[in-house]
C-alpha cells in the first residue's frame, strides 16, 4: 500500500505564509506527478499546483506568483511554498502522487488526508 502524510497546515493571517509538505511512503517503484489540490465549504475540489517527476510545473492562475511547488524525488516528498496568503485561500489542501508500484504497473493516484489552512482577515 502507499501513505502519503502531509504537514504544515494551520491559521495564518492575509499576507502571511506557510509551507505544505507531504510525503509518500510504502510499496513504491516510481512517482510521475505529485500535486496539491484544496476544497473549501461548498465548493468543488480543485487544482491548486502540479509537478512531474522532471519538474515541469503548472499552477491555477488564482495562485500564480504566489505558491510555489517543489518536490524531493529522493524522499518522495512534495512541498508548497504559499506566500501573500488571502481569505479566499482557506480551505482543505489535499496532496496527491500518481504511483507506479512495479515496473510493469501503471500509474495510480493515491491522495493525503487533508490540511487545512485557513487564513483570516
Known amino acids: 500500500q502507499v501513505q502519503l502524510v502531509e504537514s504544515g497546515g494551520g491559521l495564518v493571517q492575509a499576507g502571511g505564509s506557510l509551507r505544505l509538505s507531504c510525503a509518500a511512503s510504502g510499496s513504491i517503484f516510481s512517482i510521475n506527478a505529485m500535486g496539491w489540490y484544496r476544497q473549501a465549504p461548498g465548493k468543488q475540489r480543485e487544482l491548486v499546483a502540479i509537478?512531474?517527476?522532471?519538474?515541469?510545473?503548472n499552477s491555477a492562475d488564482s495562485v500564480k506568483g504566489r505558491f510555489t511547488i517543489s518536490r524531493d524525488n529522493a524522499k518522495n516528498t512534495v512541498y508548497l511554498q504559499m506566500n501573500s496568503l488571502k481569505p479566499e485561500d482557506t480551505a482543505v489542501y489535499y496532496c496527491h502522487a500518481d504511483v507506479s508500484r512495479t515496473s510493469l504497473s501503471g500509474n495510480k493516484r493515491y491522495w493525503g488526508q487533508g490540511t487545512q489552512v485557513t487564513v483570516s482577515s
Open positions: 509537478i512531474t517527476s522532471g519538474g515541469n510545473t
